[in-house]
């Protein structure tokens, strides 16, 4: 990861250097009737998606007589690839980009800032916790086209075997920590805890939830403050009371335990619900995200950013707000099955209850750490989370490690 910080700064330099020298005659490079759009696959049916890119491209290309070159790339190695192509001049003029890639490209000056271009574009309609993804330093690098939402899908039978209502589901902790309790009694684990994957998925929600933040914008650490401690508490609670699973340290799934009916819960996204749907072992139920001081929890948001150096900036930001208008974000997220983030393009699931409830539940998504160096903490607070769960540290102890070693990352 640090080879690639110094890269980036390197680019940096070579792409401010390039879309200097090219300003004035960047038009006859490209043309003013062609831009580049670079995105990746968002579903198993690459045909499906193909159908739908060329329906969506096709009423941009309609609306302003710009031809689009559309590519797509693969997830795998897409920092390098994009960032290799900036510097080199030759990159796209759109692509897409997730909440912890678009503070790194802002701060080193690569993106363009789209603020201007979207004054009559009507973003009170946008969910205010997508625009917190798109925003860095008060100007807006990006427009969002997709959230999601994870929260706790509950097992109706395991919740009737504990003696409760699966219609009066826990909305706090101390509700939560009381259904656990006889989840275990009776000898079930009472939710999922994926130690060894994403910080999004396992500390990061209750952290938020006790009211607390783990890195702000100008660089404060706030993961060890009492906010977060208390989220270091909670989880080692549940992790020494059996109410998650023993392998939770280091699981990246627990896909076979929910499966069989062992789990009251598990924490999932709309994902999860058509995997259940496809499957039909059990009735579920859905959670509305936990509080304890704050109601919150995790959900991506995926948006369109330019490059600062685009050799065509006008179209490129005309088409970023073609393609999150609210009917191309109805096309678009019927799809892929995520939720639009514009608020009047909801109602595609007005008629699928269980993403209808999940995309109610958008406006208390946090996308992760928005910084810089928001996935490049994540293994050193994961590191500290595993060992206060193997027993080595107190969650204080665990907490303090966690913010010094962010504190070294951040110099």
Sequence with gaps: ???????????????LLMGCSDEAGSSESKGKGEITVWAHPYT??????????????????????????FQQIPWANRDQKILTALAANNGPDV????????????????????????EDNDMEDFVDSSMVSATWKGKMYGVPILQSVETFIYNVDVIKAIGEDPTKLPTTWEEFENWAAKAKEK??????????????????????????????????????????????????K??????????????????????????????????????????????????????????????????????VNSDNQDAAAEFIKVITNADNQRIFNRETQFIPTRESAKDIYDDQKYLAQLASYTEFTQSGVIHPEGRNIMPLIQAELQTMLEGKKTPKEA??????SIKGKLK
């Excluded at 990861?1 to 792409?15: A, E, G, N």
């Excluded at 998606?49 to 060329?54: N, V």
Aim: charged share 20%.
């Design 1 to 15: 990861m640090k080879k690639l910080i110094i890269f980036l700064l390197f680019l940096t330099c070579s792409v």
């Design 44 to 69: 198993d049916n690459q045909e499906k998606e193909g159908e739908m890119w060329k329906e969506l491209i096709g009423s941009y290309e309609k609306a302003t007589g710009v031809k689009v070159n």
């Design 95 to 118: 692509f897409y980009a997730i909440p912890d890639q678009m503070p790194q490209y802002a701060e080193a000056g690569m993106l363009l800032d789209l603020s201007s271009y979207l």
């Design 187 to 236: 000898g079930y684990y009472a939710s999922s805890f994926l130690g060894g994957g994403s910080m999004n998925g396992t500390l990061y929600p209750y952290l938020w939830q006790a009211g607390g933040e783990i890195l702000t914008e100008d660089n404060k650490v706030m993961i060890n403050n009492e906010d977060g401690v208390e989220a270091f508490e909670f989880i080692n």
């Design 238 to 307: 549940m992790y020494k009371n059996g109410w998650i699973p023993k392998d939770s340290i280091t699981a990246l799934e627990h896909d076979s335990l929910w499966d069989s009916g062992k789990l009251l819960s598990i924490q999932g996204a709309g994902l999860s619900v058509s995997r259940m749907l496809g499957k039909e072992t059990f009735e579920f139920v859905i959670a509305p995200p936990l509080k304890n001081k704050k109601q919150a929890t995790y959900g991506t948001t995926g948006m369109f950013v330019v490059p």
């Design 399 to 404: 907490a303090d490690a966690a913010a010094e």
